[in-house]
């Protein structure tokens, strides 16, 4: 004969969430720590954080510290917020929080939590349970817990993030910088990708200064838009029949990219050392040498742009 489970309230099992449920848990810490496929080797209750008083404070099998939070009750914003508290006080290298009725909300807080900091936090739901006249027993349930992938995920978030800001700052001072020589760029906005981009004055043509971790670039890029590969190549072809005195007019040899497979053309000055990883202090020269590639490529072009627009 197979007995039936059945869900007992906590409240019957444990009264009182402090002086009931928080003692038994630290005199059975094991159970959780199965749940949880945690081993633990010390266990403190009500250990001050400050002004508050932490439900309890345990270390596994790596020395890690971890702080456990209990709740007997739906989760509330009042105790996450104890959660990282505590978290924050202690040092502490991991969270578990006990609740009964985990909110979908709180649910997606601890999940960010994971991908966002290098702590590990674990949301739980408890529940008690017997079968037939059997005494009660807990049940742990992991609901949100550490994984490798959401580490991952929030590096990746931090990189992309880190990579934003810093393009952004040196789009800012190479924009600062070549407005003392030059008006093409001068009233743009910083912005956060690996290029900005002005009109060159002509429909569907920009000139682009672009950079990466190790090198940089101004070009004109043509692209007329949507199925418009034939004419894009038709006006790349215009001016590389010009390419000997364009080029003698920029000082140096070009790179003529018709970007087979791909819809755009460009014209480009590489300068491929040097880059938005560079250190600071060498960023004033990178700056001025892409400016003045810019401003050398804009004036060889020139006149070949206006006769475009004749």
Known sequence: MIGRLERVPLREVWAHEALDFTQWLELNIDVLGEALDLEFVNVDREQAAGKFSIDLVAQDVHGRQLIIENQLERSDH????????????????????IVKDPRPEHLAAVQWLNQALDTDFYMVKVEAVKIADSQPAPLFTLIVGPSREAKEVGQTRKDVAERYAIRNHWWTRLIERSAQRSKLHAHITPGDYSWIAVSAGY????????????????????????DAEDE????????????????????????????EGKRACRIRAPLETGG???ASEEWDMLHDSQIDAMIRLERALRPYVRHLKS
């Open 78 to 97: 009042d105790h996450l917020g104890k959660l990282i508290t505590y978290l924050t006080a202690l040092g502490a290298k991991g969270a578990i929080w």
């Open 232 to 259: 894009n190549r038709a006006l790349f072809d215009q001016f590389e029949l010009q390419r000997e005195a364009i080029e003698q007019s920029f000082g140096g040899p070009l790179s003529w990219e018709a970007l």
């Open 276 to 278: 938005y990883r560079s």
């Open 203 to 226: 429909p569907g043509m920009t000139y682009n200064y672009n950079v990466t971790q190790n090198g940089r670039s101004a070009e004109l890029y043509i692209d007329r838009g949507r």
